[in-house]
């Protein structure tokens, strides 16, 4: 069992040098941060819509790379080794890492269709990455991992259908990171509407093993006011994830848990 917080995903990188090396050019990037910095005004302080800093992207980041080691452990076999665009579990990894990390990079240009602007603004940010982190690679091979990252950006879009493992734990993960922290500062602004009292109502998200499927996701809250954040969020994130079958997901309301997906 595992909490989703922003240092989980320090556990995944540290015993890998290619993802300690993807991390901290993406902690360190000036580029980067500015982008990141950029999305929350746009979506914060702009729109009052919960947090797309970088502690949002640090938590994503550390849920997707859970929930993929999960979905590998319980027989699943990374789309991008399947089809030849990686040649490695860690290559693959990257993908994940890079893509949950970069995620929300679109909204520093607007909210609208942030997905397809941030796979956009990657491009150029992962090749200067590989230059750096994979110097020896062939031309070709960091082309087809710069779309493979390109592609779980864009299908983070709620109505987009992932169409890799890697893409569909990026997708999920973004919807784990729904807990009372994240939306503390449009609440405290005075933004109250159901986004921001679920979300309030929301303590703790942890990823445990299922019963049913290989990950199980399990919200804690104290008012079942979180229920909306599930129903609007994250369900559809998993609906349309690629690999809906393969996660399950329950609510514990002070102590009592219901198994709310899939129904």
Do not use: W
Not at 18 to 39: G, N, V
Not at 91 to 114: F, M, P, Q, T, W
Not at 236 to 251: A, D, N, Q, R
């Amino acid at each position: 069992m595992v909490v989703v917080g922003p240092t989980l995903v320090v556990k995944h990188v540290e015993n890998s040098d290619l993802l300690k090396k993807a991390y901290d050019f993406l902690e360190q990037d000036e580029e980067i941060q500015t982008l990141i910095k950029m999305s929350n005004v746009m979506a914060v302080s702009r729109l009052r819509y919960n947090d797309h800093g970088v502690v949002h992207s640090r938590i994503v980041s550390g849920s997707a790379l859970e929930l993929f080691d999960m979905l590998v452990e319980a027989g699943l076999k990374p789309s991008t080794i399947a089809y030849g665009t990686a040649r490695s579990v860690e290559e693959a990894k990257l993908v994940v890492l890079v893509a949950a990390y970069l995620h929300d990079i679109g909204n520093s240009v607007h909210r609208v269709e942030h997905e397809y602007v941030g796979a956009l603004l990657a491009k150029d940010i992962v090749d200067r990455m590989f230059r750096e982190i994979l110097p020896n690679l062939s031309p070709a091979s960091k082309y087809m991992l710069r779309h493979e990252i390109m592609h779980a950006i864009y299908a983070t879009e709620i109505n987009t259908r992932a169409l890799t493992l890697e893409a569909g734990v990026v997708k999920v993960a973004d919807g784990t990171d729904m807990a009372e922290g994240r939306a503390r500062i449009p609440y405290k602004m005075g933004k109250l509407d159901m986004h921001s009292v679920s979300a309030i109502s929301i303590k703790k998200v942890e990823i445990v093993k299922g019963s049913e499927a290989p990950a199980r996701i399990r919200i804690h809250m104290d008012d079942s006011a979180g229920l909306f954040q599930i129903e609007a969020v994250l369900k559809p994130k998993i609906l349309t994830s690629g690999f809906e079958k393969y996660f399950e997901v329950y609510m514990n309301v002070n102590g009592r848990e219901l198994r709310i997906y899939p129904d």
